[in-house]
Nanobody, 116 residues
Framework: QVQLVESGGGLVQPGGSLRLSCAAS????????MSWYRQAPGKERDLVAF????????KYADSVKGRFTISRDNAKTRMYLQMNSLKPDDTAVYYC?????????WGQGTQVTVSS
C-alpha cells in the first residue's frame, strides 16, 4: 500500500534553514507528481510546492517562492523540500502528498516551528 513518511522537521530560528524529506513506497514513484502541503493551527491545509514526475515542472505558493526548493530523487523514491530564510509564518505541520487514481495520499506530517 502507499506509504509516505516525512522527516526533517524541528525548531529553527527565524532566518534559518531546514530540509524536509519524504520517503515513498507502495507505488511507482517515478510515474507520479508529488507535492508538499502545510497546515498551521486553525488553518486549512495549503499547497506549498509541486513537482511533476520527471522533475521538469515545479510550482510554488507565492509565500515561499525564492525561499523554498522542491526536489526529488526517483531512484531513491524520495522527495525533498529545502526551506531557507524561514519565517514564523512558516510554522506548520508539513505533509507529503501524492494523488493516485483520484485519491489523495498523505504522510503523518512533520512539525516545523520557526521561533526565536
Amino acid at each position: 500500500q502507499v506509504q509516505l513518511v516525512e522527516s526533517g522537521g524541528g525548531l529553527v530560528q527565524p532566518g534559518g534553514s531546514l530540509r524536509l524529506s519524504c520517503a515513498a513506497s507502495g507505488f511507482i514513484f517515478s510515474n507520479y507528481a508529488m507535492s508538499w502541503y502545510r497546515q498551521a493551527p486553525g488553518k486549512e491545509r495549503d499547497l506549498v510546492a509541486f513537482m511533476s514526475n520527471t522533475g521538469s515542472s515545479t510550482k510554488y505558493a507565492d509565500s515561499v517562492k525564492g525561499r523554498f526548493t522542491i526536489s526529488r530523487d526517483n531512484a531513491k523514491t524520495r522527495m525533498y523540500l529545502q526551506m531557507n530564510s524561514l519565517k514564523p509564518d512558516d510554522t506548520a505541520v508539513y505533509y507529503c502528498n501524492v494523488k493516485r487514481q483520484t485519491r489523495d495520499y498523505w504522510g503523518q506530517g512533520t512539525q516545523v516551528t520557526v521561533s526565536s
